[in-house]
């Protein structure tokens, strides 16, 4: 038994009740998010025989538009034509990036079930299924899946499996659990198309992505106290005709010096913000609180925040006696 069963229960009685939901994934979205919203978006039509609309407020990442239905997102929404909305891995409403959903549309009492597992979730919904010891929000899916006796067509089994290698990064971070693996094999039985997984979400580099990462791992410096920095500004991204889409998973390269306690990268997003990553594969570091205090949030191991800015550069000169 699952131990979302009242969550469980509730969320089957809001979506039997209601006729047109719509599912939001979060900005700049990821493989968990949009896994995560077509899976939702399949059950639902097919099993529950509802209209759905699922929407992102960013357009997809080019590594994600293999997946099936990859074409279904829409930009724009409407919350009043739709009698529910879930929302998939989204932490907080600023993630949704939908000026319609704020917090006076939170109070208008819309019902909103928040699906998620950021341990910094805002808890925002109506009703809240947030599980931070899921390695991701398509785990908590499959479950209600399985609750709720789904079927899983092999499209909807590579969903699930592109949110479980993306938020595991391919089983290697510390997320990754027994459970995490058994819904794996229990996915690849279904059908799941996993060398497209790697191949599409792994394996794939365009050259500007290349150039621009040469330049993230050559800024890269370690300070005495064991942080190690890198940056990229928008002179960057000119230069490489790259895009601030581009640095996704280049942070984990920095990550794997041995010496560093903790690693960040800051980055222009050409749009007038300097966004930072925060890795570390210590215990004793917690990320995710590093960068609630810079209005962020995310995992103790992986998160991130965005403050208004550019990024300076400033020489120090010392002078060590021998
Ligand atoms: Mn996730």
Same mark, same amino acid.
């Given at each position: 038994?699952? !131990? $979302?069963?009242?969550?469980? /229960? *509730?969320? #089957?009685?809001l979506?039997?009740?209601?006729? +047109? =939901?719509?599912?939001?994934?979060?900005?700049?979205?990821?493989?968990?998010?949009?896994?995560?919203?077509?899976?939702?978006?399949?059950?639902?039509?097919?099993?529950?025989?509802?209209?759905?609309t699922?929407?992102?407020?960013?357009?997809?990442?080019?590594s994600?538009?293999?997946?099936?239905?990859?074409?279904?997102?829409?930009?724009?929404?409407?919350?009043?034509?739709?009698?529910?909305?879930?929302?998939?891995?989204?932490?907080?409403?600023?993630?949704? !990036? $939908?000026?319609e959903?704020? /917090? *006076?549309? #939170?109070k208008?009492?819309?019902?909103?079930? +928040? =699906?998620?597992?950021?341990?910094t979730?805002?808890?925002?919904?109506?009703?809240?299924i947030?599980?931070?010891?899921?390695?991701?929000?398509t785990e908590?899916?499959?479950?209600?899946?399985?609750?709720?006796?789904?079927?899983?067509?092999p499209s909807?089994?590579?969903?699930?499996?592109?949110?479980?290698?993306?938020?595991?990064?391919?089983?290697?971070?510390?997320?990754?659990?027994?459970?995490?693996y058994?819904?794996?094999?229990?996915?690849?039985?279904?059908g799941?198309?996993?060398?497209?997984i790697?191949?599409h979400?792994?394996?794939?580099?365009?050259?500007?992505?290349?150039?621009l990462?040469?330049?993230?791992?050559?800024n890269?410096?370690?300070?005495?106290?064991?942080?190690?920095?890198?940056k990229?500004?928008n002179?960057?991204?000119?230069e490489?005709?790259s895009?601030?889409?581009?640095?996704?998973?280049?942070?984990?390269?920095l990550n794997?010096?041995?010496?560093?306690?903790?690693s960040?990268?800051l980055?222009?997003?050409?749009?007038?913000?300097?966004?930072?990553s925060?890795?570390?594969?210590?215990?004793?570091?917690?990320?995710?609180?590093?960068?609630e205090?810079?209005?962020g949030?995310g995992?103790?191991?992986?998160?991130?925040?965005?403050?208004?800015g550019k990024?300076?550069?400033?020489?120090?000169?010392?002078?060590?006696?021998e």
């Amino acid at each position: 038994m699952s !131990k $979302f069963q009242k969550e469980f /229960e *509730k969320a #089957l009685k809001l979506i039997e009740k209601s006729n +047109n =939901i719509l599912i939001i994934s979060h900005k700049n979205p990821d493989g968990d998010t949009i896994g995560s919203n077509l899976s939702l978006r399949k059950v639902l039509i097919c099993d529950f025989g509802k209209n759905v609309t699922s929407v992102c407020a960013d357009p997809l990442p080019k590594s994600l538009l293999f997946l099936p239905d990859s074409n279904v997102f829409e930009n724009k929404i409407d919350p009043n034509k739709h009698d529910l909305i879930i929302t998939v891995d989204a932490s907080s409403v600023d993630q949704l !990036k $939908f000026a319609e959903i704020d /917090e *006076k549309f #939170l109070k208008s009492g819309k019902a909103i079930i +928040n =699906i998620d597992h950021h341990p910094t979730n805002k808890k925002f919904g109506t009703l809240n299924i947030v599980d931070e010891n899921a390695s991701c929000a398509t785990e908590i899916l499959y479950y209600f899946f399985e609750f709720v006796k789904a079927t899983i067509v092999p499209s909807t089994a590579t969903h699930l499996l592109a949110g479980l290698y993306n938020d595991t990064g391919s089983f290697m971070h510390s997320n990754t659990s027994s459970s995490s693996y058994k819904i794996a094999s229990k996915l690849l039985e279904a059908g799941a198309a996993l060398p497209r997984i790697v191949k599409h979400m792994f394996k794939t580099q365009s050259i500007e992505q290349l150039r621009l990462w040469g330049k993230v791992l050559s800024n890269a410096r370690l300070n005495k106290k064991g942080t190690l920095v890198s940056k990229i500004t928008n002179d960057d991204f000119y230069e490489t005709n790259s895009t601030p889409r581009d640095l996704m998973g280049v942070i984990n390269y920095l990550n794997s010096v041995s010496r560093s306690n903790l690693s960040i990268l800051l980055s222009e997003d050409m749009e007038g913000h300097v966004k930072g990553s925060m890795r570390t594969s210590k215990n004793d570091v917690n990320v995710a609180s590093l960068c609630e205090k810079l209005g962020g949030g995310g995992h103790k191991k992986a998160a991130g925040f965005t403050i208004p800015g550019k990024i300076v550069t400033e020489e120090v000169w010392r002078i060590e006696e021998e």
